[in-house]
């Protein structure tokens, strides 16, 4: 099935009170011969984009650990070629803004080493009976600002609107449970290097694989995170959750102090509250977005072939040092993969009468699992002031994708940070899937500091 942007602009302009559910007749097709549980179209293109087959779910040929890291199937391809700031203008309707600005500001720094197109890990078949119960029973409520369905997979496998389009950004497929000592490299114009390291845990309870939650269920994720470094913010700790409904609650946080000995609630964390330790990112900037929709109108744009990161085994691999990955101006292009896919495009505007430091956000989310590989955000002049971009593995753990090696430029500051890396980790290395209980990421255990 073919989704056009002709067809799909009748779709975009759809008021919410128009959003619907589908009929079991449209659920059936999914997972049919056109298209997949998710909604995706299985076949490929003339361009590029391979055809679905989603033949490997948990381990592929060639799987020698039940955790940690693999090299991935596809480790012997060489690029098929690579784009730079002198070729660009060839592929330029298949780069995203932000590639084309980095392109431009970094010529001899940033290029893209474009590989072989593979849609062959596919999904297990409690996620794909959840999306085709969604796609019938889903609904968005309470003014954008919650939704209803099963949780563990997206609720919107035929989005109508922008407001579906996000909450499918917010909440795909993913792990259970994440556990690691992280490194964040800090890179600034000047070459020099900030470090940070952080052990950071999350428990999402609606993608538990033994049993079913709803979208109405107060929690969508715990997270903690308890800083090593730098040494200003040594033993500092937060928990906290996000909820399932911005309407009546918000993301809340406690946050252990080692000067003050003692646990205090935060105030607000939501949106562009600045990340520790340099603020070259806000809390909405993970996973490239994630948390409250609340503060933009969504517009649905398009469907389209585009150059994304994909595969990246090879960035997370312990062999690789830091020394050799954390380059000035970007991360060394060398060990990012990138790929043909088609993503669905979805944007955010700020609404009149509401803060936020971007004005415009562009997401781009892959048609298969609708996660969001890559973000164009833009300043109060509505000029593009950052990217940023994810480097997403499969997980034999956790038998889904999973976030690796996250990257956010400033294009005005002409800095970036690379967050989530766990290369020289050793047994830190992430941990997926693994028994983790609401009490560690309770108050009570953030007073216990870092253990």
């Known amino acids: 099935m073919k989704l056009e942007s002709v067809a799909l602009a009748c779709l975009l302009v759809l008021p919410l009170s128009l959003a619907a559910k589908v009929s079991p007749e449209k659920a059936a097709e999914l997972d049919g011969p056109e298209l997949t549980c998710m909604g995706a179209e299985r076949a490929g293109s003339a361009s590029g984009v391979a055809e679905y087959t989603g033949k490997w779910v948990g381990k592929w040929p060639g799987v020698t650990k039940d955790y940690g890291y693999e090299p991935g199937p596809y480790a012997d391809e060489k690029p098929l070629f690579t784009i730079t700031a002198q070729n660009m203008a060839q592929y330029e309707d298949k780069l995203t803004e932000g590639q084309k600005a980095l392109l431009k500001l970094y010529p001899d720094s940033y290029r893209m080493n474009v590989y072989p197109s593979h849609r062959d890990f596919g999904f297990q078949d409690w996620v794909c009976d959840t999306v085709k119960k969604n796609a019938v029973e889903a609904e968005v409520i309470d003014d954008g600002l919650g939704i209803t369905g099963t949780s563990g997979a997206i609720p919107f496998p035929f989005p109508q609107s922008g407001i579906e389009a996000v909450w499918n950004i917010i909440n795909p497929h993913r792990a259970w449970t994440e556990k690691a000592v992280c490194d964040i490299a800090d890179v600034y114009a000047n070459g020099s290097i900030a470090w940070g390291r952080n052990k950071f845990m999350t428990l999402n309870p609606g993608n538990d694989p033994k049993k ?205 940070e690379a967050g989530y890396l766990v290369n020289e980790r050793g047994e830190d290395w992430w941990r997926i899937n693994i028994p983790l209980t609401p009490a560690d990421f309770s108050p009570q255990a953030a007073a216990r500091g870092l253990q």
């Open 212 to 416: 079913r939650g709803s979208y109405t269920d107060k929690i969508n994720a715990y997270f903690y995170t308890g800083y090593l470094l730098p040494e200003r913010d040594k033993g500092f700790v937060a928990v906290g959750y996000q909820p399932n409904n911005f309407k009546n609650d918000a993301t809340q946080s406690w946050q252990y102090q080692p000067g003050l000995r003692r646990v205090r609630q935060a105030p607000e964390v939501c949106c562009d509250y600045p990340v520790p330790p340099a603020g070259l990112r806000t809390v909405d900037d993970d996973y490239v977005f994630n948390g409250s929709p609340e503060r933009y109108t969504w517009k649905l744009v398009v469907k389209k072939e585009m150059y994304v990161p994909y595969h990246n085994f090879k960035i997370n691999d312990p062999a690789l040092k830091y020394s050799e990955l954390i380059k000035p101006n970007t991360i060394n292009p060398d060990y990012v993969r990138y790929e043909l896919h088609r993503v669905w495009i979805v944007e955010g505007y700020l609404k009149d009468g509401m803060r936020h430091i971007y004005t415009k956000r562009r997401l781009y989310a892959d048609e298969d699992t609708w996660i969001a590989l890559w973000a164009d955000n833009y300043d109060a002049r509505g000029q593009l002031w950052r990217v940023a971009f994810a480097n997403y593995f499969y997980s034999q753990e956790s038998a889904t994708f999973h976030r690796g090696a996250s990257i956010y430029h400033d294009l005005t500051a002409k800095a970036y």
